[in-house]
Every structure is written in C-alpha cells, then in structure tokens.
C-alpha cells in the first residue's frame, strides 16, 4: 500500500491517505517518452525523484492547503499491509529502464519504521516515530518492480503482479542499466560454459 504521511515534530509521522502511485509513475513515463522520441522498438531510461514523485502524487489533491504544505508530507510504502507487524520505507527515487509497453523499475527506499501494528493487520499504521536519517546509506534498500506500460503504451497503467514469479524477471540489459545507476558493476555471469 502506498500512503501519504504528514511529518510532525522531529521525525514523527501521521497517516493522512492512500495514494494511487501506478498511475502516476505511467503517465510521467509516457510524457518522458513523447518528449525523449525513443522510437517504437527503442528502450529509455529515465528517473524521478522521491520529492518530484510526492509532488506529482500530491497535485491530483482536491485540498489546496495540502498542495501548498508539500515539504510536510512523505511518499511511504507500507510493505507488510495484510500483516500484524508493520514495514514503513519512504520512497527516495525511481529508476526506470523502458521497453514500449513496459519497464522494470528499481526503487531506493529508506528503511524508516519496522514494529507492532496496534489496530490490526488491515489498518494502516496511524503515527510512528523513527530516529532513521535517509542521508544515512545503511538506512537505505532497493526493490525491483515492474510497470505494465512502457514509453508507447502498456496494458495497464499499474504495476505488474508482485509476489509471482514474474515481479521482477529482468533480462541482462535491463538488470545491468539498472544497477548501473545505483553504482553497481557488471557482473561476470557464473555458471556458464566455455
């Protein structure tokens, strides 16, 4: 579940809302590609940031005094929703590396709540407080995902099954250019025959 949080104090959070980011992140990516022009068969790589993310999120708001107080909220994955404990990360950046009609995606997350959940596994946390600073590399892990729409299209504009077994199946390409761009090297492939 993806939901907005408002910051209160040093470092305190309240739920305020689920928020759709599937959506958002297709349509950003189909204006990068009309205005990059990568070609029907092309692949592009493109990017957006946590803060550019929250603000596009934040601009469907019907609240103008929400959109105006933008630098109070944060963008944040609730990773374990459906369970008793709670696994909170604030999303940082999207990484995308697109095909047509689709393109995995690496998120850098911010490892910012893990605990109890009080109200039951089908609520959202209503406030934690965290002493995480997201400036801080060990705070931070990835996740691959993968949207159904690519920089000409898709099937839908949403992400791709999560927990299948296709989550995340990248092809060498696409799994070098994105770990490229967290600064990871190209592996040497293990296993293979000479």
Not at 34 to 54: A, V
Not at 135 to 146: G, I, M, R, T, W
Request: glycine share 10%.
């Amino acid at each position: 579940m993806f939901a907005l949080y408002k910051l209160e104090g040093a470092r305190s959070y309240r739920f305020v809302r689920r928020v759709t980011v599937g959506r958002i992140l297709a349509d950003y990516l189909s204006r990068e590609g009309e205005s990059r022009s990568p070609g029907p068969e092309g692949r592009m790589e493109w990017e957006i940031s946590g803060n550019d993310l929250r603000h596009l999120v934040m601009e469907g708001f019907p609240s103008p005094d929400e959109a105006r107080k933008e630098s109070e909220f944060e963008l944040i994955i609730d990773a374990t929703y459906g369970r008793a404990d709670a696994l909170l990360l604030q999303i940082c950046h999207v990484w995308g590396f697109a095909d047509p009609t689709w393109s995995p995606i690496l998120l850098r997350l911010c490892h910012l709540y893990e605990g109890n959940r009080p109200h039951g596994p089908k609520t959202p946390l209503e406030t934690f407080k965290t002493d995480v600073d997201c400036s801080d590399p060990s705070a931070l892990v990835h996740e691959f995902l993968y949207l159904q729409w690519g920089h000409h299209g898709g099937t839908q504009k949403n992400f791709g099954r999560i927990g299948f077994t296709n989550g995340a199946l990248l092809w060498p390409e696409h799994l070098d250019n994105l770990l490229s761009r967290i600064g990871y090297t190209k592996a040497s492939p293990t296993g293979s025959k000479k």
